[in-house]
Every structure is written in structure tokens, then in C-alpha cells.
């Protein structure tokens, strides 16, 4: 399978089906803010840091790294490239890993309990 073969509305379905705070929450312990309910902070997950600012904005599912004293690197965007640069993915790799993210959050969701 090759990058082009991806439609947008796969993308969009799989985007849709993953929890942002799920996946980033394995990699950095997150608390919510106490300014606003959507949006998250922890310790950067590619730096060693002392003090939280790494952000997670759940509504727009993005993340956003403001700089600190001890962590400037300013990463940012969306769970697909979260997941790219976190576990050194290709562009292409790192969609797979979120499809079959999203496939065992869905087959978890339908199972009775």
C-alpha cells in the first residue's frame, strides 16, 4: 500500500475513531488545565523537562509544545504526526499503527459486556 492509495475519508474515519489523550497518555502523564476543560498539559515527550508544556487541544486534536526554560523545541500538529516522530514511524507507518489503533478501540466498543 503506498501513501496515495489512502483515501480521505479513511483518513477521517480513523482520525475520528482514535482518542488523542489514549495515545499521548501512554507517552506523557497529562492533567487537565485549569483554564480550559479541552485542553490537556504534561511533560514533553522528546525532552527531558522539569515543568509541563506540552498541550493537548482534544477539541481541535492537536498538540502544541509551548516553550519553557528547559524545553523550546515547539512541536506541533496533529495525532498522525504525534505518532510519526514519537515512535519513529513513516508518514505511512504511522497511519497503519493508527488504523489498527482504531480497529481494537471499535472491536472493544462493540463487545457486550
Known sequence: MKLTDISIERVDAVMARVNILDVIGEATKLKPTNWHKARYRGLCPFHRQLKPSFYVMVAK????????????????????????RYYRLSTLEAFEWLEKRSNVMEQQASRPN
Open 61 to 84: 486534536n492537536r498538540i502544541k509544545q509551548r516553550g519553557s526554560f528547559d524545553c523550546c523545541c515547539g512541536i506541533g500538529g496533529d495525532l498522525w504526526f504525534f505518532v510519526e
